[in-house]
């Protein structure tokens, strides 16, 4: 775990201690848009046009926020146009590393053995946290984004006339609706396992779990009756939730002590969970030899010895009985 300063590596794990214990998560900052045209997207500049074959993802089959990526890349039918490396699930002292081990690829274009080398590429000078998902341009050579939020955003309609796909996970009635659910779920949720498991003092530790069960109760609660977060259709805020559910049980609930209840416990979201999972495509984009060995691998901070528990045995598979909701 560390970080490039002024283009040099640094290995350093996350500084608490002027936030009274709490982790605060990075902004972002690679953050353009690539376009049906290449016209200026919502931030950073112009000229990254949705071609086939231009552009590259760098992925971690262990991070949530990577996982949002592969799932829009499957769903969206971009696995002909954009092209992917696997990094390895250990991320130690050099940050994340490419070996071509279960499942991990290394890196397909340039060979490097660490991921800090292909932002280096982009800026020789960059300083900040070096993170999966990365969207490379092949022609420019650099990276177009390292934000997931807005990557899926881009995967969702931009390369729409190439593949055919008129799915929409951003319905644009919703707008409003899913910025406002997607907000309290990143803060709470998604962003929230980790504000529990990095946190360094009891209070903030205590603050963040708290909020988190509260929310996952409201959303078991809401899923009572509808069987995706905005009635029967599938959307965006879906699959942002999915993949903080999917590492839940096996990884947060012990390795981030998120153990009040386990997802498992709850009625609504245990099946929402089964139902998503079994979307078709979905499963082959969930590894969890690498979400947990990645996790317990790399925390040593958190988990010294890096032993990776057994269970729990997950129940992925079973019938999730939520047709009745509609869908
Ligand atoms: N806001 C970013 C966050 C990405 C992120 O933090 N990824 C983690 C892996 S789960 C990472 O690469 N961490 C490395 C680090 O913080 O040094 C996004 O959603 O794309």
């Given at each position: ?52 074959g231009r552009y590259h993802l760098y992925v971690s089959y262990?991070c949530?926020?990577a996982h949002r990526t592969l799932i829009f890349r499957k769903?969206k039918k971009l696995e002909d146009f954009i092209s992917v490396s696997v990094v ?8 994340w590393?490419f070996?071509k081990?279960?499942g991990a690829t290394g890196d397909d274009l340039f060979?490097?053995?660490?991921l800090?080398?292909v ?13 999966v998902p990365v969207l490379w341009d092949k ?5 177009v984004?390292?934000?997931s939020?807005?990557i899926i955003?881009?995967m ?125 495509g979905?499963?082959e984009t969930?590894n969890?030899?690498h ?37």
């Open positions: 775990m560390g970080r490039l300063v002024d283009g040099k590596w640094q290995d350093v794990w996350y500084d608490t201690k002027a936030t009274k214990g709490r982790f605060e998560r990075s902004q972002s900052q690679f953050r353009n848009w690539v376009t049906a045209d290449g016209a200026a997207g919502l931030s950073g500049k112009g000229g990254f046009k949705a071609e086939a262990a949530p926020w769903l390895d699930y250990l991320m130690l002292e050099n940050g590393e070996k081990r279960d060979g490097s053995d660490y800090y080398q932002y280096l590429k982009a800026d020789p000078h960059y300083s900040g946290r070096v993170t022609q420019q050579n650099t990276i984004s390292n934000e939020a807005e955003r881009m969702s309609s931009a390369f729409d006339d190439l593949t055919g796909s008129d799915l929409d996970f951003y319905p644009a009635k919703l707008h409003e609706e899913i910025d406002a659910l997607n907000a309290v779920v990143y803060d709470r949720v998604n962003n929230g396992v980790y504000k529990a498991g990095f946190a360094t003092t009891q209070e903030a530790y205590e603050e963040a779990v708290t909020a988190l069960f509260e929310t996952l109760d409201t959303l078991d609660q809401r899923l009572e009756t509808s069987r995706y977060l905005f009635d029967d259709k599938i959307t965006e805020a879906d699959w942002r939730l999915f993949t903080t559910l999917l590492r839940f049980d096996p990884v947060y609930v012990g390795h981030f002590k998120c153990n009040i209840r386990r997802i498992s416990d709850y009625p609504n979201l245990s099946g929402y969970l089964r139902d998503l999972y079994q979307h078709p979905i499963a969930c969890l030899v979400i947990k060995g990645h996790y317990y691998g790399s925390h040593k901070t958190i988990n010294p010895t890096g032993i990776v528990p057994i269970g729990p045995l997950l129940d992925l598979e079973t019938a999730h009985g939520r047709e009745r909701l509609g869908g």
